[in-house]
């Protein structure tokens, strides 16, 4: 589970401040598949790489099963990471000269694993994600979707607890885009959490927990349960709705 609280993020000083996460309060939980959804410029991205430790909020605090993860040095914020998220983005990342092999292996190169190893870890992956054929392909020579797939294995080599998805069909047609949204229900269905980010409605409909975030404010419905965990502040919207239930009963007192 990582709890977000009071999560605030602004870039920037003075006039030219952007203030693009404010006072977000919320649960991601496990296993589940949560969207968030939002237009563009609204603070997904922002949101996405603050869950995933790639940056650090302005002011608030994270916390990942129990561990509080802004009070980790570099080092271990880079280990943390690496154990426990993998990336997949738009953009896909890849490095264009390297075989599918030499991509996916990747993040285990980088952890010192020997050769052996993270190959045997890497193609077993590859397999599982249907391009064993591609295996020696450079990544500049494959299609779109087969760039997305081998980015999605570059995310499960490393056997994370949580992937996290910034606009992963956004270069893709929509049967490449639907094949991609299948890979991720099927990584929830492992019990790994996956968090989509996404402006396209349609991709809720996969969603076990959908986020909405406008403005850098953030509402979900199934925050409601856990309005006691932040000591009765405003949760999203739950204070909104239960004052409008007051007001609703007060009025009722008022006329009997
Ligand atoms: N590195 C940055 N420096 C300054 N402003 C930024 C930076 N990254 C994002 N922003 C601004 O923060 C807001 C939210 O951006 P972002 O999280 O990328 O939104 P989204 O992913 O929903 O399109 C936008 O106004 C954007 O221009
Ligand atoms: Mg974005």
């Not at 993270?118 to 590859?126: M, P, T, W």
Request: charge should be negative; glycine fraction near 8%.
């Amino acid at each position: 589970m990582i709890i977000l609280r009071d999560v605030n993020k602004i870039y920037g000083k003075g006039d030219g401040a952007v203030h693009a996460l404010k006072d977000v309060n919320l649960v991601i939980e496990d296993s589940k598949f949560t969207v968030i959804i939002g237009k563009s410029g609204s603070g997904k991205s922002t949101l996405m790489n603050i869950i995933g430790a790639l940056d650090s909020p302005t002011s608030g605090t994270i916390e990942s099963n129990g561990q509080k993860i802004n009070d980790l040095s570099k080092n271990e914020l880079a280990e943390y990471r690496n154990k426990t998220v993998g990336f997949v983005f738009q953009s896909f990342y890849l490095e264009p000269t390297f075989s599918v092999l030499e991509n996916v292996c990747m993040p285990l190169t980088i952890k010192g694993m020997p050769k052996k190893e993270r190959e045997e870890k890497a193609k077993k992956i590859i397999e599982e994600l249907g391009l064993t054929e591609k295996l020696n392909k450079k990544a500049s020579e494959l299609s779109g979707g087969q760039k997305q797939r081998v980015s999605i294995a570059r995310a499960l080599v490393s056997d994370p607890d949580i992937v996290l998805a910034d606009e992963p069909t956004g270069n893709l047609d929509s049967q490449n885009g639907a094949e991609v949204m299948e890979l991720l229900v099927n990584i929830v269905k492992r019990g790994k959490s996956v968090i989509l980010v996404t402006h396209n409605m349609d991709d809720a409909k996969n969603a076990d927990n959908v986020i909405h975030i406008s403005d850098g404010v953030v509402t979900a419905d199934y925050m409601d349960k856990y309005k006691d965990m932040f000591n009765n502040k405003e949760v999203n919207n739950v204070e909104e709705k239960v004052d409008e239930n007051i007001r609703v009963e007060d009025i009722k007192e008022e006329k009997e």
